[in-house]
């Protein structure tokens, strides 16, 4: 491997709104930063951001395309369409190793790596996913207001299901909870009713789409129920460099960071955006990798000053 002979101040790792957010602010408090985005984005089949005051309805590509090019106004900041297959190293002193060979030496490193969703094994879940099937109502709720919406219960997701159904009535009046076989206990049963949401308690054996669009759920006893759009919170996991990390995980398997500093387990390794959360949005995944940013540049700052290295 050929090695970098001058450290990176920070690496950051994922090229999304948490590692765009990070690396302004860094390249505008003039550290020498690598961001590094491997791709594919995680919301491929979305066509819209919103919820992000002054970009609501940015196409997701052009909202990275404005961010790259805003970082070109800092010469300190670098991006490259690459993956990052290793870290090792203390804090200080990180050696990180590149898909291209090379081996680069940084101060800190900034995961904004996000989650991969898994696809449940269901009919038709995988085509109409990002496209009928969404995690967030916040983020597709508008534009499908007052039609036939269903949350779609897993076993990990069961805690949550029933005030996360009966949040979705403020985008419309017609809401199903499927509960796929599982029990609801009984207080949410009666919470669900007083809210006017419906409950399917039968085994979803498939998703019907129309035009590309869902149509309806067919259940295993042969009945279906119309529905316009399904949320459903599938399982998540770690991109490999993350999960090979050894770092503390919460009880929900997102990486434990420091409230305040944003620092992982691992001294000198931070992380934000959805990597550490359930809570997942773009405005949310670039404040809490802004604010790594902003704790990192302090901590190097100091660093500096306590050395006399200071300009």
Not at 195 to 204: D, K, L, N, S
Not at 221 to 226: C, H, L, M, R, Y
Request: hydrophobic content about 40%.
């Amino acid at each position: 491997m050929n090695e970098s002979p001058k450290p990176y101040d920070v690496v950051i790792i994922g090229g999304g709104p948490g590692g765009l957010s990070a690396a302004l602010a860094l390249g505008r408090s003039r550290k020498r930063v690598l961001l590094c985005d491997a791709g594919p984005r995680r919301n491929a089949a979305a066509t819209k951001l919103h919820n992000f005051v002054t970009r609501d309805g940015t196409p997701p590509d052009d909202f990275r395309r404005i961010g790259r090019e805003q970082l070109g106004e800092y010469p300190s900041v670098e991006v490259r369409d690459l993956r990052v297959d290793s870290i090792v190293g203390d804090r200080g002193d990180f050696r990180v190793a590149l898909s291209t060979g090379e081996a680069l030496v940084a101060r800190r490193v900034l995961l904004c790596t996000g989650m991969v969703d898994e696809m449940l094994p269901l009919e038709g879940f995988r085509e109409l996913w990002g496209r009928s099937i969404f995690q967030c109502p916040y983020c597709h709720g508008w534009e499908l207001r007052d039609r036939a919406w269903g949350y779609l219960a897993l076993p990990h997701t069961l805690g949550h299901a029933v005030p996360f159904a009966i949040q979705t009535r403020a985008w419309t009046s017609d809401v199903t909870l499927f509960t796929n076989g599982l029990a609801l206990p009984e207080e949410g049963s009666a919470q669900l009713v007083a809210a006017g949401v419906r409950v399917v308690t039968g085994a979803v054996s498939r998703l019907v789409a129309r035009d590309g669009r869902l149509a309806s759920l067919a259940l295993a006893d042969g009945s279906s129920v119309a529905c316009d759009a399904l949320f459903a919170h599938p399982p998540q996991r770690h991109v490999p460099l993350v999960g090979g990390l050894g770092l503390a995980l919460d009880d929900d398997g997102f990486v434990k960071v420091d409230p305040m500093k944003r620092e992982t387990s691992a001294p000198g390794i931070y992380a934000g955006g959805d990597v550490t959360t359930r809570g997942q949005s773009a405005v949310f995944a670039a404040s809490s990798a802004l604010q790594a940013a902003a704790m990192i540049n302090l901590e190097l700052t100091l660093e500096l000053a306590a050395s006399g290295a200071l300009p």
